[in-house]
């Protein structure tokens, strides 16, 4: 078998046909397992939809601010340089327009109010996350730089043929002028776009650096050890903010090794150093069982169980603005 997307030697974390998470549980289900989890379903009913009020951001901000579109899209926007993370305009995730998880909160930014782009972290190729009809949009009207973990950009190549990207493996700098810079980082979860590709593009987080400020976005990610985020802390140094996800949890035996509870995220703030934190990554597609109000209640109770004051960890809703 050949790996589609990338083409290297053997790594610590790449076996030479797959990425893998070094030292922690494994992601793979399988079909019995996938079967178990579907068949037994005890999935919260969702509301259909959830009013957002659209909100227009600055186009130019000196600052630390970051705006929650909803999801994982959020729009960060410091010392003059404006970024998105994972940015999902589209109805649905999914590989088609007519299937697939529905959101069920509207982008809490118009596209057609987006200022101008100047770059676009991908943390990985999940539908979710790696939405090609956004990127083919922000493409056509920004051509920003879409800086990416190593084998993302042959997707993106194959459907944006000029795209401007950056890949690179975890731990990777890449140079985003005015004296900013982006980290990929090591995050704990997989890749797949087609059933027959399952960790064949890598999987990663971001660490921001800016002279407004720093700011670390997860992507999707277990916590497992907690090794990879006590390494990003002691190598990349405190940041101002964290975006960390804090949803699509259940059931924790299937989805444990892949994405962490509001509990585990407390703690990933705590071991990268995080001054403040935002959970992203629940509230706008239903793709796991919880209840779609439970990550905001579990992370409240969580902060206190740590002595933690609530603001310094809000549950992002689509609108919520953060100032670093």
């Not at 053997?10 to 070094?22: E, H, I, K, Q």
């Not at 010392?79 to 999902?88: K, M």
């Not at 994405?259 to 629940?282: F, N, Q, S, T, Y």
Request: charged share 20%; aromatic share 8%; net charge positive.
């Amino acid at each position: 078998m050949r790996n589609p997307y990338w083409q290297g030697p053997a790594t610590s974390n790449f076996d030479g046909l797959r990425f893998f998470n070094p030292g922690e549980p494994e992601t793979d289900r399988s079909l019995r397992q996938l079967l178990r989890w579907q068949w037994g379903r005890k999935a919260a009913k969702w509301p259909r939809q959830v009013p957002v009020a659209p909100v227009m951001p600055a186009r130019y901000v000196d600052g630390l601010r970051v705006t929650v579109v909803g999801h994982v899209t959020t729009l960060i926007q410091a010392a003059g340089l404006n970024v998105l993370t994972d940015p999902v305009w589209s109805d649905r995730a999914s590989p088609v327009r007519f299937a697939g998880p529905r959101r069920v909160t509207a982008p809490a930014i118009r596209f057609h109010d987006l200022p101008k782009i100047d770059a676009v972290l991908l943390s990985h190729n999940h539908y979710d996350h790696l939405d090609v009809a956004t990127l083919k949009r922000l493409h056509r009207r920004d051509a920003p730089l879409m800086v990416t973990p190593l084998g993302n950009d042959t997707i993106l190549r194959k459907h944006i043929p000029d795209v401007r990207t950056a890949a690179g493996d975890w731990w990777s700098r890449f140079d985003l002028g005015g004296q900013a810079e982006v980290h990929i980082v090591p995050a704990n979860h997989w890749s797949s776009r087609t059933g027959r590709d399952r960790r064949m593009a890598l999987w990663g987080g971001f660490v921001l650096r800016t002279p407004a400020g720093s700011v670390y976005f997860a992507g999707d990610t277990g916590y497992g050890t907690g090794a990879a985020f006590r390494a990003i802390g002691e190598r990349l140094g405190a940041c101002d903010l964290a975006l960390i996800p804090i949803g699509a949890y259940d059931p924790r035996w299937f989805m444990s090794a892949q994405h962490c509870d509001p509990e585990e995220a407390v703690r990933i703030m705590l071991d990268v150093g995080a001054k403040k934190a935002v959970g992203i990554h629940w509230g706008t597609f239903s793709l796991t069982d919880e209840a779609r109000e439970e990550p905001p209640q579990r992370l409240h109770t969580a902060l206190a169980a740590h002595g933690i004051a609530p603001a310094r960890f809000e549950a992002g809703h689509p609108g919520t603005v953060v100032e670093g």
